[in-house]
């Protein structure tokens, strides 16, 4: 493992002024993507051609004296469920093999117009669900610490490819935690922005009402600048939001006496593992010390933020994957022979058990007779944890909790009992139900030298405080 | 409280178009019920009288004059990864008797 790429602001500032180049770097990124495969498995296609051609580019614009942008010739790997031109996207399931993205996404588009190089499509559970990359149809991504446990999910190859050094940032999707919880899991920063801050256009949809991108990198910095690049309207994207003013680099010292942090007293409740719960308390202590106010806060129906979400992100789930018919792209039977047929054995064959599973809970609470009871009830308690965040949100600047009960677990332990493994999201989901930002911090490492993580919070489109605050503790956090 | 059978998981697959194997239909029968039975905590909270949320961020519907807008999709790229095709048209199966 070598985390030692430097600052995405340096790398970038070396590749303009000739000290290192595009070239370089790619090369660098795409020797490690190589060596790491067998062992840890965190990514699933190589773009190497792509990505040499798009880093001589931006190394004959520098020589030309243009300047490529903020992330001039730096690598990077994207989830598979994004769509890059001309490669097979796949969400790492087996029903898009051979699926070419005709287009692309629109947070690529904004990365690549800055100079990044995607080298790589990271593993993920199979269309995003799940916490473990276990649902993978290319199989487990290993944690990088210990390759008998998980890297975590459902962007778990993104994540253990930057804990793994391979590339200096990479880019998930968080529905339910996806983001957070393998960053957590592999020890590195993993962020959640508001919902709707960055576009979706060319992202393989999971819950269209929940889904968010968000970098995952080795230091608050460098997220901040990715968000910064990928963030804003899109016209691709009617569900997009503005910008920040003042966007979300430069980021200034923040004074912790003026800061309130409410920790969720909830979260302290659901089998939270004693090594986590000590780790957060000493961290409370050492912000406490620097002058903030810190106290716990009672969010009550966050407690029933996991079963809500478990209703409407199937729900959404059996909707989105309706376009996975067989018909107009990706995995199709040729047995059948009927347009019925056609739908029901290339859905059948060609979906893992976990999106049935999720088409079949999503396909349950919508069906008439049960709607009032699961998907309008889980909607109104959506509302229920949206007023409660927004009433903490007007006394405490910050929200504070674990970002999972446990360390990474063993690789097989959740595999065979789905809703043990929808366990794992109890402390993400409700960030995703109130459509706020929210990122996980690497907290130190416990007794077994497996990474802990912190999740802090903000209001919705409070993204520049939320990585303001995340930078004190990750300062707070380096002198031990 | 709802109770999955057999019947209801076929149904639901059906609904779905997503055919099982026999395994499958056995395993979710099982799985589904403890999901289900995890679901019905929801109900312990009131919540009469309150609306509620389809989406997070308060945007409205956004109206534009119906121009066509060129984003560099061409057609015959889109078509590429139909599994089924004749003469850049979608061929599908029988649907009718």
């Known amino acids: ?480 | 409280m709802a109770r999955l059978s057999k019947d209801d998981v076929l149904r639901l697959a059906h609904l779905a178009r997503i055919e099982l194997s026999n395994d499958e239909i056995e395993e979710f029968l099982i799985e589904l019920n403890e999901v289900l039975a995890y679901f019905q905590q929801l109900q312990s909270l009131d919540t009469k009288g309150i609306i509620e949320t389809n989406q997070v961020n308060g945007l409205t519907n956004v109206m534009r004059d119906d121009q066509l807008i060129d984003y560099g999709y061409a057609p015959r790229v889109l078509l590429k990864n139909l599994p089924l095709k004749m003469d850049d048209q979608i061929q599908v199966k029988r649907m009718v008797e």
């Open chain 1, 1 to 480: 493992m070598q985390q030692d790429w430097p600052t995405l602001k340096e790398l970038a500032t070396a590749v303009k002024n000739g000290s290192s180049s595009a070239i370089d770097l790619t090369h660098r990124a795409l020797e490690r993507v190589e060596r790491q495969q067998k062992k840890y498995n965190a990514t699933i296609l190589t773009l190497k051609e792509a990505a040499l051609k798009r880093a001589e580019a931006i190394d004959r614009a520098i020589a030309e004296g243009k300047d490529p942008g903020v992330l001039a010739g730096i690598p990077f790997i994207a989830k598979d469920n994004f769509l890059i031109l001309n490669s097979e996207t796949r969400a790492a399931s087996n029903i898009l093999s051979g699926f070419i993205a005709p287009y692309q996404a629109s947070a690529i588009n904004a990365l690549e117009r800055a100079g990044a190089v995607c080298v790589a499509k990271a593993n993920m559970d199979a269309f995003a669900h799940g916490a473990s990359t276990e649902n993978s149809d290319f199989g487990v991504t290993k944690n990088p610490y210990d390759t008998s446990r998980v890297a975590g999910g459902s962007s778990g190859g993104s994540a253990a490819s930057v804990a793994l050094g391979l590339v200096p940032f990479a880019l998930g999707t968080d529905t339910g935690g996806s983001i957070r919880q393998p960053a957590a899991f592999c020890g590195v920063v993993g962020l959640k922005p508001t919902y709707g801050l960055v576009s979706r256009n060319g992202v393989i949809a999971m819950g269209s009402s929940l889904d968010c991108i968000g970098p995952i990198t080795s230091r608050v910095e460098d997220a901040a600048l990715v968000l910064d690049v990928m963030s804003g309207r899109d016209e691709l994207d009617s569900t997009t939001i503005e910008k920040d003013k003042l966007g979300y680099t430069n980021l200034e010292k923040l004074k912790l006496d003026k800061v309130k942090i409410g920790v969720i007293s909830e979260y302290f409740e659901q089998g939270l593992d004693d090594e986590v719960k000590a780790k957060l308390l000493k961290l409370l202590k050492k912000l406490e010390a620097g002058g903030a106010k810190v106290s716990n806060v009672s969010l009550p129906s966050t407690k029933l933020a996991l079963a809500c979400y478990y209703i409407i992100a199937p729900a959404e789930v059996s909707s989105n994957l309706s376009r996975y018919d067989g018909i107009r792209y990706g995995y199709s039977d040729r047995d059948a022979n009927d347009l019925e047929q056609t739908y029901l054995n290339s859905r059948g064959k060609g979906f893992g058990k976990e999106a049935k599973r999720r088409i079949i809970i999503g396909t349950f609470v919508l069906s008439s007779g049960y709607y009032d009871a699961y998907y309008k009830k889980a909607m109104t308690v959506r509302t229920k944890i949206i007023n409660e965040f927004d009433a903490a949100f007007k006394d405490y600047d910050y929200l504070i909790g674990p970002v999972a009960p446990t360390t990474a677990f063993k690789i097989g332990e959740k595999s065979k009992d789905p809703l043990q493994m929808y366990l794992a999201d109890v402390m993400t989901v409700a960030a995703n139900l109130a459509g706020i930002p929210s990122i996980s911090l690497p907290n130190g490492l416990d007794e077994k030298g497996l990474p802990i993580g912190v999740q802090l919070m903000a209001g919705r489109q409070n993204d520049r405080n939320l990585l303001l605050m995340a930078k004190m503790i990750e300062e707070v956090n380096s002198h031990a």
